[in-house]
Structure formats: structure tokens, C-alpha cells
T-cell receptor
Framework: DAGVIQSPRHEVTEMGQEVTLRCKPI?????LFWYRQTMMRGLELLIY????????DSGMPEDRFSAKMPNASFSTLKIQPSEPRDSAVYFC???????????FGPGTRLTVL | AQTVTQSQPEMSVQEAETVTLSCTYD???????LFWYKQPPSRQMILVIR??????QNATENRFSVNFQKAAKSFSLKISDSQLGDAAMYFC?????????????FGKGTKLTVNP
């Protein structure tokens, strides 16, 4: 099993640009989560999907953030337009089964200049 | 709302010694799951150990064990025979069972340093 796959691993962009982060969950998992980690705020849940349907997006900071899950094997998190305060590590995680423990991807380190 | 508190921002331990990381949580639920995750400098989040609240026996995974005190809402992690590779951020997390919210609620983390 390849685990949760995220791309890119690092992204450097300029303020105002669109950023798209990608995630492939573990095969067979039915829940997918997007987190943001910063020194100031720690680990925050942005949104999660169950069976490709967004269940809770209350953590999405503002309208500049959007997430999609067009099928069970792929999700995107988009920031448009990006701002320097969006700089963080973004994690994707997936879960499935009775306990539903979450397995995390390696993260994408985003830097917005 | 459920909250998870890790009162020790930083801890240090000598190699081969034992260290205990503290975690308390607040919930009105009777059935839930608790987890410890490790995040080394590589930043990969790794599940260390989990505990199901209805189980009285404390979970153990090799050198890692927990002290689960349900009445006190306490879930501490004990690392025995500490190794240099144990140096990392450790996050305590809480989750309600399947059927409820799938959210994990995380503490702020404890940075563990292992001294040779």
C-alpha cells in the first residue's frame, strides 16, 4: 500500500496566484480530510469528505479556499487568490474501517511570497 | 465542544530513560477513541498508539504505552527506553465513534527532545 499521496511536496508562489494541492487517499478508505498546520494555530481541520461528499467545511478559512473530491481516489484543495498568510503545511489524511483512524500524507509545504 | 489539552509544550529525556507525556480532554461522550500521533522533523504524521474508551486495559505498542484514566479524562503516553529516533512532536487526539463526526480533535502538541 502506497499510503496517502500528496503533490506537490513543496510549492512556492507569489501572492495573488492560484494554488492547487492534490491528494490521493488510501484505496478503500471512504473519508478524506484536509488539514493546515502552522506554528501559531497548530493543526486545523479545514474540510472533510465522506464517500466523496463534503460533510463539514466549517474550518475553511474563507471563500478563497475550495475543495473538491470528484471521485474516491482524488481530491484537490484550491486557494485563489493566495495570500502570504496562507503559508503553511497542508496535510491530507484518509480513513476507513471501524475505528476510522486517520492516515496522513507527507504534506505540502506552501510558501506564498 | 470537545477539547484536548497538552500542558507540556516541551519535554526532554535522556536516551534509554523513560518519559511520560500528558494529555487531558473534555467530552460528554461515553464512547470515543484516543490517539497519539508522532511528527518527526520529516513532518510525516505517524500513528503511535490508540485507545478505545470502552476498553479498560491500557494500550501498549512495544516501547509505547498509555495510562488511560477515563474518570479523570486523562490519556498520557509513556515512552520506555527512549531512543534518538523518538525525538519529535507528539500530538494527542480524540474522536467520537463511527456514526458521529469523523473529526479528530488535536492537542497543541509536545516537542520531545532525546539527549544522547
Amino acid at each position: 500500500d502506497a499510503g496517502v499521496i500528496q503533490s506537490p511536496r513543496h510549492e512556492v508562489t507569489e501572492m495573488g496566484q492560484e494554488v492547487t494541492l492534490r491528494c490521493k487517499p488510501i484505496s478503500g478508505h471512504n473519508s478524506l480530510f484536509w488539514y493546515r498546520q502552522t506554528m501559531m494555530r497548530g493543526l486545523e481541520l479545514l474540510i472533510y469528505f465522506n464517500n466523496n461528499v463534503p460533510i463539514d467545511d466549517s474550518g475553511m478559512p474563507e471563500d478563497r479556499f475550495s475543495a473538491k473530491m470528484p471521485n474516491a481516489s482524488f481530491s484537490t484543495l484550491k486557494i485563489q487568490p493566495s495570500e502570504p498568510r496562507d503559508s503553511a503545511v497542508y496535510f491530507c489524511a484518509s480513513s476507513g474501517g471501524r475505528v476510522n483512524e486517520q492516515f496522513f500524507g507527507p504534506g505540502t509545504r506552501l510558501t506564498v511570497l | 465542544a470537545q477539547t484536548v489539552t497538552q500542558s507540556q509544550p516541551e519535554m526532554s529525556v535522556q536516551e534509554a530513560e523513560t518519559v511520560t507525556l500528558s494529555c487531558t480532554y473534555d467530552t460528554s461522550e461515553s464512547d470515543y477513541y484516543l490517539f497519539w500521533y508522532k511528527q518527526p522533523p520529516s513532518r510525516q504524521m505517524i500513528l503511535v498508539i490508540r485507545q478505545e474508551a470502552y476498553k479498560q486495559q491500557n494500550a501498549t505498542e512495544n516501547r509505547f504505552s498509555v495510562n488511560f484514566q477515563k474518570a479523570a479524562k486523562s490519556f498520557s503516553l509513556k515512552i520506555s527506553d527512549s531512543q534518538l529516533g523518538d525525538a519529535a512532536m507528539y500530538f494527542c487526539a480524540y474522536k467520537v465513534p463511527q456514526g458521529g463526526s469523523e473529526k479528530l480533535v488535536f492537542g497543541k502538541g509536545t516537542k520531545l527532545t532525546v539527549n544522547p
